[in-house]
């Protein structure tokens, strides 16, 4: 798999992954604002769809989801 090289390759890659790994865990977006809210992040079913839909977020907010799906760990080819 080839890395990306532009900004927006990272984007589309990393939301993508989010939705993969969602689904895979089969964990709504309301889910997910619960689980979040526990990591300290405050987020709505709609703020989360909005920002996988544009595939612009933080850091903190990639992390944070990981965290919150309990993912012990990411390779960078995954995403």
Do not use: C, Q
């Not at 992390?63 to 919150?68: G, I, N, R, S």
């Amino acid at each position: 798999m080839t890395m990306p090289t532009k900004a927006g390759d990272w984007e589309k890659r990393a939301a993508r992954f989010l939705k993969a790994e969602l689904k895979r865990a089969d964990v709504t977006y309301e889910e997910l604002a619960k689980r979040l809210k526990k990591h300290g992040l405050e987020e709505t079913e709609a703020s989360i769809a909005n920002k996988l839909a544009r595939g612009t977020f933080p850091a903190t907010f990639f992390l944070a989801t990981l965290a919150a799906l309990e993912l012990e760990g990411i390779r960078l080819e995954d995403i």
